[in-house]
C-alpha cells in the first residue's frame, strides 16, 4: 500500500480502544489498515499505540503480518502520514 491515502472513517466508526466516536477528532485520527481491506480508526495516536501493544485483545485473530499500513495526523500540517517511516 505504499503510497496509497489512508481510508477514511465512517460518522459511526468507534475507536476499538475506548469506544468513541472517531468522527468527533478529525484532526486526530489515526488508522490501522488490513491486507485485506478492513481498516480500524483510532481518535488519537495513544490508542493507536495501545492497540498495536495488544492486539490479542483489541483484534483476536489478526497478526501484525496482517497489517498493511498505518497512519497517523502529524502534528503542525495535521495531515496523514505512514505511521512506519
Same mark, same amino acid.
Given at each position: +500500500?505504499? @503510497?496509497? #491515502?489512508?481510508? *477514511?472513517?465512517?460518522?459511526?466508526d #468507534?475507536?476499538? =480502544?475506548? @469506544? +468513541? #466516536? =472517531?468522527?468527533?477528532? !478529525?484532526?486526530?485520527?489515526? =488508522? =490501522? ?5 478492513? /481498516?480500524?480508526?483510532?481518535?488519537? %495516536? *495513544?490508542? #493507536?499505540? *495501545?492497540?498495536? @501493544?495488544?492486539? !490479542? $485483545?483489541?483484534? !483476536?485473530g $489478526?497478526? %501484525?503480518s496482517?497489517? /498493511? ?14 505511521? $512506519?517511516?
Open positions: +500500500m505504499a @503510497g496509497a #491515502l489512508p481510508p *477514511k472513517p465512517g460518522e459511526r #468507534l475507536c476499538p =480502544v475506548c @469506544g +468513541m #466516536l =472517531v468522527s468527533r477528532y !478529525p484532526h486526530w485520527i489515526a =488508522v =490501522v489498515a488490513y491486507r485485506d481491506g478492513h /481498516a480500524h480508526f483510532f481518535d488519537g %495516536a *495513544k490508542d #493507536l499505540f *495501545k492497540y498495536l @501493544g495488544n492486539l !490479542p $485483545r483489541y483484534a !483476536p $489478526r497478526s %501484525a496482517d497489517i /498493511a499500513s498505518i497512519w497517523v495526523t502529524e502534528y503542525y500540517g495535521l495531515t496523514r502520514i505512514d505511521a $512506519r517511516r
